[in-house]
Nanobody, 124 residues
Framework: QVQLVESGGGLVQAGGSLRLSCAAS????????MGWFRQAPGKEREFVCA????????YYANSVKGRFTISRDNAKNTVYLEMNSLKPEDTAIYYC?????????????????WGQGTQVTVSS
């Protein structure tokens, strides 16, 4: 069992930056690929980015490529999402998720554990 707790969300102006963190419980964090998803009001939850177990491979949705960076610190059981050049359309609840499989999963169905989410609001 893995418990995930996101933090770092908040209100920011367009063009600004935020750094989200996701802390994981347990001693097997490095056994999980990690992903970030988001759900905007009235929309379905969508994939944002993911990182493999060792942290040397990442994948991004086109909508955030070049602006967002995912990273992880396996010694601290934490995955991060650095968000720059934020836009109002980035407003959403951001969730981190953990997947026991190899690779960099992009589908929600692949993920085994989910956090409760953290709100990110970007004002214009």
């Amino acid at each position: 069992q893995v418990q995930l707790v996101e933090s770092g969300g908040g209100l920011v102006q367009a063009g600004g930056s935020l750094r989200l963190s996701c802390a994981a419980s347990g001693r097997t964090f490095s056994s999980y690929a990690m992903g970030w998803f988001r759900q905007a009001p009235g929309k379905e939850r969508e994939f944002v980015c993911a990182i493999n177990r060792s942290g040397d491979n990442t994948y991004y949705a086109n909508s955030v490529k070049g602006r967002f960076t995912i990273s992880r610190d396996n010694a601290k059981n934490t995955v991060y999402l650095e968000m720059n050049s934020l836009k109002p359309e980035d407003t959403a609840i951001y969730y981190c998720a953990a997947d026991r499989n190899l690779g960099i999963p992009t589908r929600q169905i692949n993920y085994d554990y989910w956090g409760q989410g953290t709100q990110v609001t970007v004002s214009s």
